[in-house]
């Protein structure tokens, strides 16, 4: 049984390890509670989360039913990406289990050391930790003269240039060294 925001779950199909209790906590939304069944699938290293009602539910229609999952799957996801089903269960979660929602204390401080830098005894977290601090010295190295701080500029066609600089450098058409022209005076009426 897996508890989400109070209420139990069980974890149908795990298709290629597609659960990951870290990162559903990342993606969850509260709007998923009124759904029987959540489906997550994996694409581009990004968990997408979808909820599905039961078949007789007075809400579904045919793209929330659950019968309609495989389509789904075959449709809108990824060929063959990893993907998990949980339906929601009617009885209340018993005391024993943890509310995957919920942060420990500990994870939600993470120890310091005297010099303000995270304390890491896992190797695989010891590279991340590497990885996001040559990530923050290359952001801020940019900032002193990067062009990533620059504006981008949209484009612009040839005639708004044109009009932009009408009147400025050269002076109009109709004042270039002619004469103005003047119209008979039996016109000018």
């Not at 708004?160 to 119209?183: D, T």
């Amino acid at each position: 049984m897996i508890v989400i925001g109070g209420k139990g779950y069980e974890l149908m199909l795990d298709h290629k390890d597609g659960w990951n209790p870290e990162a559903f906590r990342g993606r969850y939304s509260e709007v998923l509670e009124r759904y029987d069944y959540i489906i997550g699938d994996w694409g581009y290293s990004q968990l997408r989360l979808k909820g599905f009602y039961r078949d007789n539910h007075p809400k579904v229609n045919r793209d929330t039913a659950i019968s309609g999952m495989v389509d789904y799957i075959n449709e809108y996801c990824n060929f063959g990406c990893a993907h998990f089903v949980l339906r929601k269960l009617k009885e209340q979660p018993v005391e024993g289990y943890k509310d995957i929602l919920t942060k420990d204390p500990q994870e939600s401080l993470p120890a310091e050391d005297v010099d303000g830098e995270l304390l890491v005894t896992d190797d695989a977290a010891k590279e991340d930790q590497l990885k996001s601090a040559t990530t923050r010295q290359s952001s801020s190295s940019s900032k002193d003269g990067g062009s990533k701080d620059r504006p981008v500029r949209e484009h612009q066609g040839k005639k708004h240039r044109a009009k932009e600089a009408h009147g400025k450098k050269n002076p109009p058409r109709e004042n270039q060294g002619r004469p103005p022209q003047v119209q008979p005076l039996d016109q000018q009426q």
